[in-house]
């Protein structure tokens, strides 16, 4: 009996779906069954974009500008594809390659497919190959963060990995006896030239979930209890894939936890990349995590008001943000900054603020990461709307994706007015960033230069 774990398009392919990694180590060591992982959004993208992969390794040599030009240009030209199949899947019509990679699927002659949604972007296409996989009449379950209410009608919905442990087994796939260990994640099935990615990135987790779990806006931690990969197992997957170049995805890593997987990863010349949140007691640890190969850390900074950050429960105290960045630029760490517009109640003021503070950080920061305040359901925000002056929460249907939620806000800025007001004021963060602005998006790719 054959599984096959597939990763749909859409979204940028230039790093291995750690979601299917793992996914196949746990099932392996839980069931007698033949696992196979199958990334069907870089496959497209080599079907579709081959001049870029042919260019990828001469933009390199030719140093960071040229490199962020053809990733840029890859960004401009994928988003205008992906907006195009989109409309295709909504006006019932085959997207592009869906013949291709339903070929391919069943090439592999599974009797069980599964389906790993991340990212939003990727329902859509998701949508167009349950339909075309239907005729197989063989179980297709989807799973993941990003799966909505249409796409749960349409398959076999499972929430978590032991809900699709439990499935198989109901389908007559035998158990083998539990695993004592940890086990890691398994990239074998990903072919590292389908990336687009100079050289090759792998995405990590060290634990569940989010240490800290209190920012209000935030809804990516799971709501599973905490805890902390074994490092030996992390330093496994390590050699077993011979990585040199690391993306920890975590949302945080507690500053103990960093410099115990720091005393393991030196010895190995890796580069990392982390997200953190910039707190004092970071400062002293950050010359020993950059003698580790701590090579880039993405910083939630947010907002540089306290009144927003407390509101945010960041847990961050502005006074001690200009000395964490100093201190990591110094150190030689690259920073990439986090920055929220647009907080439920935050005055034209406060945002006026945080333009000012990037703009005195200047020569301390590397790329500014901005974004719009997004009300997310699960969020404490949407959880307790009128403690952030939020009211009459709607919700509008589409066609693919779930609703999209409009709200009232009765104290400050509209998303609208802050729309405008980063619009106005984007070329003061423009002019602070030392390189190319595609990185805001293919975050991991700071790693391979200096």
Not at 173 to 191: G, N, R
Not at 200 to 220: E, V
Request: contains cysteine; proline residues 6%.
């Amino acid at each position: 009996m054959k599984l096959l774990l597939l990763y749909p398009p859409f979204c940028t392919p230039t790093a291995m779906p750690y979601s299917l990694a793992a996914l196949k180590s746990n099932l392996n060591a839980a069931l007698d069954l033949d696992i196979q992982c199958l990334d069907l959004n870089a496959y497209f993208h080599t079907l579709q974009f081959p001049t870029y992969y042919q260019n990828i390794q001469s933009a390199y040599q030719q140093g960071i500008t040229a490199y962020g030009e053809l990733l840029q240009q890859f960004e401009n030209e994928s988003r205008e594809l992906y907006n195009k199949n989109h409309k295709q899947i909504i006006a019932s019509q085959p997207p592009d390659h869906l013949q291709n990679l339903v070929h391919h699927i069943k090439e592999k002659k599974p009797n069980f497919i599964a389906i790993s949604l991340v990212y939003n972007s990727q329902c859509f296409y998701t949508q167009a190959l349950i339909n075309a996989l239907s005729t197989l009449n063989i179980p297709i379950i989807v799973g993941g963060p990003a799966v909505t209410t249409n796409l749960k009608k349409s398959a076999i919905y499972l929430k978590n990995e032991q809900e699709l442990i439990t499935y198989l087994q109901t389908q007559h796939i035998h158990a083998k006896p539990p695993a004592t260990i940890a086990l890691p994640p398994d990239f074998s099935d990903f072919h590292t030239q389908h990336y687009l990615s100079a050289k090759p990135i792998y995405p990590l987790k060290t634990t569940t979930t989010c240490f800290y779990k209190l920012c209000t806006f935030c809804t990516h931690y799971a709501k599973v209890p905490y805890a902390e990969y074994p490092i030996d197992t992390i330093i496994q997957t390590i050699q077993n894939h011979n990585i040199k170049y690391i993306y920890f995805i975590d949302d945080m890593i507690s500053t103990k936890r960093l410099l115990h997987l720091a005393s393991a990863l030196k010895p190995l010349n890796v580069k990392w990349w982390v997200q953190l949140r910039p707190t004092k007691d970071l400062i002293p640890a950050l010359s020993e995590l950059h003698a580790a190969g701590l090579h880039t850390v993405c910083w939630g900074v947010e907002s540089a008001n306290q009144r927003i950050l407390d509101l945010m429960k960041k847990g961050t105290h502005i006074q001690d943000i200009p000395s964490v960045l100093s201190t990591s630029h110094t150190t030689g760490i690259k920073n990439m900054v986090y920055i929220m517009f647009g907080f439920p109640t935050e005055t034209k003021e406060e945002v006026m603020s945080s333009f000012d503070f990037l703009t005195e950080q200047k020569d301390n920061i590397d790329l500014i990461c901005s974004s719009i305040f997004g009300l997310q359901q699960g969020s404490t925000i949407y959880d307790n709307p009128a403690q952030y002056q939020i009211s009459n929460i709607n919700e509008k249907k589409r066609t693919v994706l779930d609703p999209k939620i409009t709200y009232n806000i009765s104290s400050g800025l509209t998303t609208e007015q802050t729309k405008k007001i980063r619009h106005r004021h984007m070329h003061r963060l423009n002019a602070i960033n030392k390189v190319p602005k595609v990185f805001d998006y293919l975050k991991e790719q700071m790693l391979l230069f200096e």
